[in-house]
């Protein structure tokens, strides 16, 4: 007999939660696998992101008229669409507001969010979000918020970062680290506005994000 009460009765629950979400996460990994059809993953995959969040809105905590977000837009990423650590829970006011403005099939000519649809910064925000939570409830598993090498990769290129770059823990983190970080093109800019070159490097806080950046007038 356990003499912790609530606490054992806390611990049974959260087992039997985590044992629900690696069962479809097993569902959905399986249906992908024998390529069932479109319709059929995308339902597991909804019904998996909201059972991993809780059933709940990862933004605002309302448990009403919930759906499954893609963080980066199918229709941008397809390669993403099913992938765990591509989903969050929002509820219909949050939903709206992620899809505020274009939504329509983005031009893959054009220079990422040239139509303002994949809206980076919500897009930052959400992954901050989904990561920070995560380590709140104990869910971090890389399977449970999995994103290909393939897309992390993606991710580096539109943030300006070379291919090869390294980001610190499983994939989830390194998404979020790479969305937070100042966009390369936009520090060279900066530097370059301000005398400065990146042969030296230091690094400063500002708002939030870590800058690095280098001085012109060091003599090397």
């Not at 019904?47 to 905590?61: P, Y």
């Not at 274009?102 to 897009?123: T, V, W």
């Not at 920070?132 to 539109?158: C, E, M, N």
Request: proline share 2%; charged share 25%.
């Amino acid at each position: 007999m356990c003499a912790g009460g609530n606490y054992c009765e806390l611990k049974f629950e959260m087992k039997a939660e985590t044992t629900a979400i690696q069962e479809a996460c097993e569902n959905l990994a399986a249906a992908a696998r024998k390529r069932r059809k479109v319709a059929t993953c995308l339902s597991l995959w909804s019904k998996f992101i909201r059972l991993r969040d809780g059933n709940r809105c990862v933004a605002c905590g309302d448990t009403g008229r919930l759906a499954a977000h893609h963080i980066c837009r199918k229709g941008f990423l397809p390669e993403a669409h099913l992938q765990t650590g591509n989903g969050i829970t929002l509820c219909a006011t949050c939903h709206s507001s992620a899809h505020r403005g274009f939504n329509g099939q983005p031009k893959l000519s054009l220079p990422m969010d040239a139509e303002g649809g994949e809206k980076l910064e919500i897009l930052a925000r959400l992954y901050e979000l989904l990561l920070t939570d995560a380590v709140r409830r104990g869910t971090l598993r890389d399977d449970f918020y999995h994103l290909s090498d393939s897309v992390l990769i993606k991710f580096k290129l539109f943030q300006g970062f070379d291919p090869t770059a390294a980001f610190d823990g499983g994939s989830l983190e390194q998404a979020c680290s790479i969305w937070k970080a100042c966009p390369q093109h936009l520090l060279k800019a900066v530097l370059a506005a301000n005398g400065l070159d990146q042969t030296w490097t230091c690094q400063t806080k500002i708002g939030g994000l870590t800058m690095y950046y280098a001085r012109a007038d060091v003599d090397l």
